[in-house]
């Protein structure tokens, strides 16, 4: 149930972008004033996110839970509604606002249901929710923007998200009570230079994956020869691959979470240092890409755990925290990206990427590793 909510809210986000030519049309705006829905939707998880966690820290995860589904549920359904463009402005801030205290709520109760020794697992299970919407729910949603209108889809995800909130109404316990920390007592945990240094860790890396995957799609039929149809499939199997990596992610960490986010990152640089030799070859450039899609999608899991080991007794806002740092790396990559190709070629952006990539690798490699035993242990400090 948590996974599936994860799908509604990656698809909320995700859709949108495969949507602006008819938004735009539709309420009569530029397609650039139509993107300001994307930085919306972002600037609201990035900033509200942690907020709200820490104004919500004292009520029960399955309360806030259900109301983030609700804020969710009425977020999707405004924007299904909404006839004036600042009204859809503001439906998808409040969607972000509260697919962040979704996601930060899911993993944690994920976590603390299945136990310490599973919580990679459970991780990788709520990611591999927004991993499938990239994979189904957006090429669905398009497909039925194009048929009944974008409208429907926003309406249609806001049916599925009262169909999730009745299932968490039903399904979701009320996970044992934590001992409970003054704010103060969390914010000096949130503030510990490890801590610290792994958050820029993990904007570095999120930056250097962007960096050349925002614009491969375009690239693909211009340096491969592949047609639209075929990079479509390989985008769908690459989608598959980052589910997999997903689950190979979080169970790995659930071993040795430090082994497991180095080796994805070595993995991820190879991958970016490889793919500009390669693209003349369709064949290689999709094993490369598979690759790529997997090693990304094992780190985010893999960083996501790391994080919360790290941040005891303020594991719900290090998570939202984290979020923020993915989100920031988001859109710093995106537009590093966009600048580096247009000065250096796709061959450039991607040894960027690589070098990014390398840099949070080398940082993480500086750190000192966390006991093993303490790893995985509720008591770790």
Known sequence: MLALGAFVLGT??????GLLPAISADLEVSTGAAGTLV??????VALLGPVLTTMTSHLSRRQVLVGALVALAVGNGITALATYFPALLVARALTGTAAAMYAV???TLATTLTGPERRGRAVAIVFGGITVSAVVGVPASTLLGGVFG????YGALAALTMGVLMAAVRLVPEPRPEPSSSPWTQLKALAKARLLVTFAINSVVTAGHYTASTYFVALLTQRTGLSTTAASVLLLTSGVSGTVGTIVGGTA???????????SMALLATSLSIIPLVMTSPVLTWFV???WAAAFNAFSTAAQVNVSLQARPATDIAAAANISVFNTGIAGGS????????LAGFTGSTLTSAALVIAGLIAALLLRPTPERAEHSDSAP
Do not use: K
């Open 12 to 17: 909320s986000e995700l859709a949108v972008a």
């Open 39 to 44: 930085s919306a939707y972002a600037v609201a």
């Open 105 to 107: 709520t899911a993993l």
């Open 150 to 153: 974008w409208r429907a889809v």
């Open 253 to 263: 960490a659930d071993r040795h979470t430090r082994h497991a986010l180095l080796a």
């Open 289 to 291: 890409a598979l690759a």
């Open 335 to 342: 537009a590093a990206g966009g600048l580096v190709l247009h």
